[in-house]
């Protein structure tokens, strides 16, 4: 008997959190980097980036084709799919991870902690980024910048242009999240 | 005992259902994630495989510059001449008119001759599985012989002096390593430096990549006569060699028989063979520098 109702509760329990959106979604979120060095600024920018939130576990996930990623000159985008980041192989970046501390509820803004796996170049690693999340109404605007070493992705610069692509590339990324409805 | 089980089962399905871990987020985004165009990226590097057309086409308010050059010893000839005893230069220029369309034109030293061509995508191979296989670009170009024969007898005029060269330029990314491309070429001479030359010949270029490492890429062509002209012997053209691509330039070094360097030319009248003698082995060295005139954004 006592089963039973366990098993009832536990049903009227997912019925009634499926029931308000818990989920988040962008579609067109936006991820730049940039490499700055004495010879040559590059930059490249993504404005279809792809991330969920989930607010009740409090977690996040972020996909991007590395095809997407627009650069000021065209033969630069063809080296950086075709000799750096090889999207033929690997295609996208992902991310997924956990917001610390992350109370959904807040209005305005707060900054907090994400940590998880970020996946480039086809290696993952471990990644903590300072994030600023601001709740308007319905949607969440999380936005921050990091650095990553080019080195920790295994994306490899021949030494003749050492001095031409940045040993720390500079990351900043702004997503909007809308209810996600499936 | 039984009911237990089921108990404990049922119980680990719905709470599985219930926490969706950041694993399965991934999961839901990657249905998320819409089908984009994504057009194969660098078949070939250079908008030559070595001596011949690649199926690339420059992108738009992209300005390519060319320098092609070959160079070969006399045999049994006792010259002081260094390195080599002759050189043959094409400077060149390609300007992508829109990211389908390239116009060029360019001179060479050795034989005199001035072409211009253009280039255009007719179809792409897509990356993202579905659409073309592979790429097609038509090429057409017209040639200009500066030089007169040194056969009197041969009527030269304008309209002998100029010549036509169509080519499909048929080639795959098969993978992000290996390119083929398959080269059937029209060419029309209006120069008949004997009378039982021929004036319409066919062709079918081979050619090939193969990428050692990410900015280093072995070639090769081959280039068939099917209807080679009478009058003297000819060889088909080879070229083996690499291509080593950085930043806005991209080298090319090869081997090759090949004399002329419009490809008219050097698919119909390569008088000697591939090897490595003195005369026939033909050093060729590709220098292509790329300026972006137009920037996005």
Known sequence: MNKTITLILILIVRIGCAQEPDQYITRQGQASFFSYTSVENIQATNNQVLSIIDLSKKEIAVSMLMRAFVFEKSLMEEHFNESYIESDIYPKATFQGQIQDFDPSINGEQTRIVKGQLTIHGVTRETEIKTKIEKTGRTYVLSGDFELRIKDYEIKVPPILARNIAKTISVTFSFKYIPYEK | ?297
């Open chain 2, 1 to 297: 005992m039984k009911n237990n089980r089921l108990y404990i089962i049922l119980l680990l399905f719905l709470s599985g259902f219930y926490s969706l871990s950041a694993q399965d987020l991934l999961k839901l985004i990657e249905q998320e994630q819409k089908d984009t165009v994504l057009y194969t990226l660098a078949t070939f590097k250079a908008t030559r495989i070595a001596i011949g057309q690649s199926v690339e086409t420059r992108k738009k308010g992209v300005l390519e510059w060319q320098f092609m050059s070959r160079f070969w010893n006399i045999p049994d000839r006792r010259t002081q001449s260094f390195i080599a005893d002759k050189v043959s230069a094409r400077i060149g220029l390609v300007y992508g008119v829109s990211d389908r369309l390239s116009f060029g034109l360019g001179g060479t030293t050795w034989d005199g001759i001035f072409d211009g061509f253009l280039k255009y995508r007719l179809i792409w191979q897509r990356t993202d599985k579905k659409g073309a296989p592979f790429s097609i670009t038509l090429f057409q170009n017209a040639s200009y012989r500066s030089d007169s024969y040194p056969n009197i007898t041969a009527t030269d005029n304008f309209r002998n002096r100029l010549s036509f060269t169509s080519q499909l330029l048929i080639a795959r990314k098969f993978t992000p390593n290996f390119s083929l491309q398959l080269t059937p070429t029209y060419i029309h001479r209006g120069s008949l430096l004997f009378p039982e030359d021929r004036q319409n010949l066919f062709a079918l270029g081979l050619g090939a990549r193969y990428k050692v490492n990410n900015h280093l890429a072995v070639v090769s062509e081959y280039h068939y006569l099917t209807n080679p002209i009478r009058a003297v012997d000819t060889f088909d053209a080879f070229a083996i060699g690499v291509n080593w691509e950085a930043s806005d330039v991209i080298l090319q070094f090869y081997l090759t028989n090949a004399r002329n360097i419009e490809v008219g030319n050097f698919s119909t009248q390569t008088f000697n063979n591939f090897n490595f003698n003195d005369g026939n082995l033909h050093f060729g060295f590709n220098f292509t520098y790329v300026l972006h005139l137009k920037k996005k954004r």
